[in-house]
């Protein structure tokens, strides 16, 4: 069974940049892949999502031009860089894989299969 493995978090001070990674074992990353966050006594929210061969990118609108999705098949691993972070970006932030054929950012994401164990991002002064 295809495993997730989030990391990167951390505390980042505002303005700051992070890099998560994605990476897969089991099996080779032919997914594409979410990334998703969850603040405290919020629901969570998709954040971005980049299509199996990377060739397409989505973005939620609180994060467009700060983050980048991006991923290396060889390595199988999706990494989600993050800059000019802001206190509001705090969150557990998930990968996720999508087995269906469906564009990524057209599915809800009680759709994806497989789930990471989520990484801390505290952005805080």
């Known amino acids: 069974q295809l495993q997730l493995v989030e990391s990167g978090g951390g505390l980042v001070q505002p303005g700051g940049s992070l890099r998560l990674s994605c990476a897969a074992s089991?099996?080779?990353?032919?997914?594409?892949i979410g990334w998703f966050r969850q603040a405290p006594g919020k629901e969570r929210e998709a954040v971005s999502c980049i299509s199996r061969s990377g060739g397409n990118a989505y973005y939620t609108d609180s994060v467009k031009g700060r983050f980048t999705v991006s991923r290396d098949n060889a390595k199988n691993t999706v990494y989600l860089q993050m800059n000019s972070l802001k206190p509001e970006d705090t969150a557990v932030y998930y990968c996720a894989a999508l087995s269906s054929g469906y564009v990524c950012a057209d599915v809800e994401m009680d759709e994806y299969d497989y789930w990471g164990q989520g990484t801390q991002v505290t952005v805080s002064s």
């Open positions: 089991g099996y080779t990353l032919n997914y594409a």
